[in-house]
């Protein structure tokens, strides 16, 4: 990146989308905001398919000025992949049916 004039400072990308085709979502995309005081403040993530996701790592209290664009990216991946696993979800809601139901009582052994 060639240097502006005096006093002026490069841009920054401002959107980023990220896209996640796997089952049993079709798709996710996370718009990914970079402020202008990055690193100092955390970039902003969006998930227009689903605005309740949250992204809990870029809270102002876990927030560090360490952390690069590269390490969002792939940690929002992950929240994105591991949606399934999300805690106000159920988890394999036919499974957990089994667990609670009586299975058949195992045959006696004879002494």
């Not at 798709?27 to 905001?33: F, K, L, P, R, S």
């Amino acid at each position: 990146m060639v240097p502006g004039p005096l006093g002026s400072t490069p841009p920054l990308p401002q959107i980023i989308l990220l896209f996640q085709y796997a089952p049993p979502h079709t798709e996710y995309i996370v718009t990914v905001t970079i402020p202008k005081n990055y690193p100092l403040s955390a970039p902003i993530l969006y998930c227009k398919s689903d605005p309740k996701m949250k992204f809990g790592f870029l809270e102002k209290s876990q927030w560090k000025p360490c952390i690069g664009i590269r390490e969002v990216l792939v940690e929002a991946c992950h929240v994105v992949t591991r949606r399934d696993l999300a805690p106000r979800l159920p988890v394999l809601p036919p499974l957990r049916f089994q667990l609670h139901t009586k299975g058949p009582k195992s045959p006696k052994k004879d002494s």
